[in-house]
């Protein structure tokens, strides 16, 4: 597509409940990015996909996130259990060659009850 | 790990008027991007500059290595320039990135 799109732009739940959110990444585009900014605060890296693999899951904050992407292409971020303080907007980005520049998606609030 | 400073936290200018926007960081970086957060969360790749200098219209923005700092600069900035300015390091290669905390930037007409 023309730019990253991600799904749903708005998400409300209940703790403890699992979420799913989509990452849909610039068509071409090899390396594909998870951030997570929590109200007032800066980007926090969570994970980088280079093709299908995720050389780095360091930013991954607890066992309850998990990340895959399959086909090379549409990404999805997996929370379980969700929990307050997961309330964040969570921003996809992408890149052709894993180097910047990256283009970001328009973010999925998610708010936890 | 790495540490990335921004300053100035908070920026009130004019519309008209120029600015500078500094950010530092602690160790050797193999990239750096800018990046403008609008009003309305978007977030928007700036430069990409980890060394050098690039000029985009208004906006410019040097990197200096071997200094540990990278500089932007907006000149005759406008309303629409308002949001907040991160700038991104990154020591491997589409690794870790560490952000900094933001310049947040408020134009008044």
């Known amino acids: 597509g023309a730019g990253v799109s991600q799904s749903p732009s708005n998400k409300v739940t209940e703790k403890g409940k699992d979420v799913e959110l989509r990452c849909d990444p610039i068509?071409?585009?090899?390396?594909l990015y998870w951030y997570r900014q929590r109200l007032g605060q800066g980007l926090e890296f969570l994970i980088y996909?280079?093709?299908?693999?995720?050389?780095?899951k360091s930013g991954l904050p607890s066992d309850r996130f998990s990340a895959e992407r399959t086909g090379g292409s549409v990404s999805t971020l997996t929370i379980q259990r969700t929990q307050q303080e997961d309330s964040a907007v969570y921003l996809c980005?992408?890149?052709?060659?894993?180097?910047?520049?990256?283009?970001f998606g328009d973010g999925t609030r998610l708010s936890i009850l | 790990g790495i540490q990335v400073e921004q300053s100035p936290p908070d920026l009130i200018l004019q519309e008209g008027a120029n600015s500078t926007l500094r950010c530092n960081f602690s160790?050797?970086?193999?990239?750096l991007q800018w990046f403008h957060q609008n009003p309305w969360g978007q977030l928007i790749n700036l430069f990409y500059?980890?060394?050098g200098t690039k000029q985009n219209g208004r906006l410019s923005a040097t990197t200096v290595a071997t200094e540990r700092y990278s500089s932007l600069y907006i000149s005759s900035s406008q309303t629409t320039d308002s949001g907040v300015y991160f700038c991104?390091?990154?020591?491997?290669?589409?690794?870790?990135?560490?952000f900094g905390p933001g310049t947040r930037l408020s134009v008044l007409p």
């Open positions: 980005a992408s890149s052709s060659t894993g180097l910047l520049p990256q283009h």
């Open positions: 160790d050797s970086v193999n990239n």
């Open positions: 996909f280079q093709g299908n693999s995720a050389p780095d």
């Open positions: 068509s071409g585009h090899t390396a």
């Open positions: 991104a390091v990154e020591q491997g290669y589409g690794q870790n990135f560490v």
């Open positions: 500059i980890p060394s």
